[in-house]
T-cell receptor, first 112, second 110 residues
């Protein structure tokens, strides 16, 4: 079975540009999570969805960040405009029913 | 609010046993999870405790005391491949949302 798929794996962009990160959860999983990991702040939950509906977006840093889940097999995290402090590894994770979350390989974002 | 405390670094010898402690303060509590992350990799699930006591999975065990807001991860027969960061994580209000600790970097010496 394919795991959680994220694209791109690496993204380098200039400040002010729009960045879109993509995630395909494991088939059959009904919960999807977006995390951000930095050395300073650790692993932070940004937002999570149940059955494609956003449940908790309290971790989204500010209005520059937005996330969508148009269907059960796809989600996006968008940053517009991007800033250097957004540089981090962004992980998508999914789960079905149980407590165990399955993480994707992550997208390493660098904003210059 | 929520807070978790775990040691930032632990060093152990190959073949030995190591325990990584985690204390937490949360407004609600549903369970305590442990994840492993190798450098450059993604977190992977190790264990979950919702009730007091010890859960064993191979060389790894996890313990929870809800009354003490405390848990630990026990790694036995350490192998070099166990060198990684280990995160405790609490589910404060439901099984879905989890809040991660800052992680413990485990280094294994031959």
């Amino acid at each position: 079975d394919a795991g959680v798929i994220q694209s791109p794996r690496h993204e380098v962009t200039e400040m002010g540009q729009e960045v879109t990160l993509r995630c395909k959860p494991i088939s059959g999983h009904n919960s999807l999570f977006w995390y951000r990991q930095t050395m300073m702040r650790g692993l932070e939950l940004l937002i999570y969805f149940n059955n494609n509906v956003p449940i908790d977006d309290s971790g989204m840093p500010e209005d520059r960040f937005s996330a969508k889940m148009p269907n059960a097999s796809f989600s996006t995290l968008k940053i517009q405009p991007s800033e250097p402090r957004d540089s981090a590894v962004y992980f998508c994770a999914s789960k079905q029913g149980t407590y165990e979350q399955y993480f994707g390989p992550g997208t390493r974002l660098t904003v210059t | 609010g929520q807070s978790l405390e775990q040691p930032s670094e632990v060093t152990a010898v190959e073949g030995a046993i190591v325990q990584i402690n985690c204390t937490y303060q949360t407004s609600g509590f549903y369970g305590l999870s442990w994840y492993q992350q190798h450098d450059g990799g993604a977190p992977t699930f190790l264990s979950y405790n919702a009730l007091d006591g010890l859960e064993e999975t191979g060389r790894f065990s996890s313990f929870l005391s809800r009354s003490d807001s405390y848990g630990y991860l026990l790694l036995q027969e350490l192998q070099m491949k166990d060198s990684a960061s280990y995160f405790c994580a609490v589910s404060p209000g439901s099984a879905s949302k989890i809040i991660f600790g800052s992680g413990t970097r485990l280094s294994i010496r031959p």
